[in-house]
């Protein structure tokens, strides 16, 4: 069964950090492209970062750049999501997703498979 498991949310002060961690089963984690993408209340899911499964190419969004790092450890099969100087604007319920295209891209409709997502609220 493919999976993908997201952990790592809570609830964090302005200006706190947060490590999210997105742990796949059922396939090969360095045949993918790996995304992550949040969701606020009332809003449209957002692309924040993204990672290509062998050069590690990234990239990320305008709202999280210079303040967020996306990694993966084939090895483990997991990805990771650091969040760093985190503000009201980032809470959100975040996650992660799988594609097997080649392209660099944070599309939420170019992905395939999909975590359940972790809450993450940033709040004082």
């Known amino acids: 069964q493919v999976q993908l498991v997201e952990s790592g949310g809570g609830l964090v002060q302005p200006g706190g950090s947060l490590r999210l961690s997105c742990a796949a089963s059922?396939?090969?984690?360095?045949?993918?492209?790996i995304g992550w993408f949040r969701q606020a209340p009332g809003k449209e899911r957002e692309g924040v970062s993204c990672i290509t499964r062998r050069d590690e190419e990234t990239k990320y969004s305008d709202s999280v750049k210079g303040r967020f790092t996306i990694s993966r450890d084939n090895a483990k099969n997991t990805n990771y999501l650091q969040m760093s100087s985190l503000q009201h604007e980032d809470t959100a319920v975040y996650s992660c997703?799988?594609?097997?295209?080649?392209?660099?891209?944070?599309?939420?409709?170019?992905?395939?498979?999909w975590g359940q997502g972790t809450q993450v609220t940033v709040s004082s």
């Open positions: 997703a799988a594609r097997t295209g080649v392209d660099n891209t944070i599309t939420a409709g170019l992905y395939d498979i």
């Open positions: 059922g396939i090969t984690s360095d045949d993918y492209n």
